[in-house]
Every structure is written in C-alpha cells, then in structure tokens.
C-alpha cells in the first residue's frame, strides 16, 4: 500500500517560533509538493520538489521555506510562524512520468499558531 | 490563466440522486483532470481522472464529462449514497508537475 506520511496529525505552536512538518514517502516519487489547504481557498500549493535539492516555489511561498535532502523526505518550514498561518498542511507526491499522474497525499497536518 | 474555477461551493442531494460539480479551466496546456475526494480528518485521495483525448470516463457510479472547446469539466455521481457525503475538489495539470485545485465542493447525501 503506497504511503506518504506526515510526521504530526495536530501541531500548536506559539507565534515567532520556526517550525518544521515533515513528510516522508515510499513510492519512489520524484515530486514532491506542500499544500495549504484553506476553507473556500481549495488546495494552494505552497512548494514543490522535482528532484532532490531542487524546488520551486509555488503560488503562496511567503513566509515558507522547504527542504529535501534525500528524495523520500520533503520538510515544510516556517520560519517565523504567524496567527495566519494556521491551516491544515498536506503534504503530496508524484512519479517524475513525462504525463501527468496521480497525485498521493498524506493524512495532513493542522496546524495551529496561537 | 492558472486557476480552475469549481462550483458550486456546496451541494445536498437526496440519496439516489444524481450530484453534479463543474469546473473550468483556461490554460490550454492542461492535459490532466483529476478530482479527488476528500474525508474529513483525511488527506484527498484520487476518484476518477481524465485526459483530453476522451470527453467522457466512467468508473461505476462516477463520471468524468469533458468539454475540450468549452474548457470545462464535471463529475457526476449517480444513485448517491450517503457514504458519498465528502468534499471533492477538481484539479488540472500539464506542462509542469503541478497540480492546480479548484476550491472545492462540499457534497451532503441525505439519507
């Protein structure tokens, strides 16, 4: 059974702190993405990963940053977390095939800064 | 030029009924429409996809309708159940990796 992993279901975190989710898959996927995902806003793509050391920003980087150091582990980072940054986060992957394929997600994280 | 537009935002339909959720799209490099469905205190999971070489796919009592000229695309549930009762978003992608989701459809089958 193909699996991606998020290392929290529920995080609470003070504001100003830097805070890490972690997300981990095992499918052998070469992208992998970071989703915010909002009440009326849909999914919002946040960053994603094409390859190992290599990513993009997405259309709502600010305030983010993401980190892949080996290609079944994708960290989403806050570096200064705010009040408005409290969503649930979903972390994605996908095979690196020329046509677009199915997209797996993770169980996600909520994420709660007070 | 990125977005893909869903509606409506939410749905409630009588258990037997048919549910129908649209989206549109404008990029013409789109060549993947997934829509997935989405439990509550669950991460989206894929329903059914399409490519724009078919205008219609079926998978039980889930179809893709796909209108390349008018950019648009729907799910329809047919005979809906309430174990139907979730949020589903539609999604376009091409050219690159990325996905674009619509803002989703919460459906409610009444039992």
């Known amino acids: 059974d193909v699996k991606v992993t998020q290392s929290s279901r529920y995080l609470v975190k003070r504001t100003g702190e830097k805070v890490f989710l972690e997300c981990v898959q095992d499918?052998?996927?070469?992208?992998m993405f970071w989703y915010r995902q909002d009440p009326g806003l849909g999914l919002r793509l946040i960053y994603f990963s094409y390859d190992v050391k290599m990513k993009e920003k997405g259309d709502i980087p600010e305030g983010y940053s993401v980190s892949r150091e080996k290609k079944e582990r994708f960290s989403l980072i806050l570096e200064s977390a705010s009040t408005n940054q409290t969503s649930m986060y979903l972390c994605?992957?996908?095979?690196?095939?020329?046509?677009?394929?199915?997209?797996?997600f993770g169980q996600g994280t909520r994420l709660t800064v007070v | 030029q990125q977005q893909v537009k869903q509606s409506p935002q939410s749905l409630i339909v009588q258990k037997g009924g048919i549910s129908i959720i649209n989206c549109a799209y404008e990029?013409?490099?789109?060549?993947?429409f997934p829509w997935y469905q989405q439990f509550p205190g669950k991460g989206p999971a894929l329903l059914i996809a399409?490519?724009?070489?078919?205008s219609e796919k079926k998978e039980g009592r889930f179809t893709i309708s796909f209108n390349k000229s008018a950019k648009q695309f729907s799910l329809h549930i047919m005979d809906s159940q309430p174990g139907d009762s979730a949020t589903y978003f539609c999604?376009?992608?091409?050219?690159?990796?990325?996905?674009?989701f619509g803002t989703g459809t919460r459906l409610k089958v009444l039992a």
């Open positions: 999604a376009a992608s091409g050219g690159t990796y990325k996905y674009i």
């Open positions: 399409i490519r724009p070489d078919v």
């Open positions: 994605a992957s996908s095979s690196g095939s020329p046509w677009a394929t199915e997209a797996f």
């Open positions: 499918m052998d996927h070469e992208n």
């Open positions: 990029n013409t490099a789109f060549d993947y």
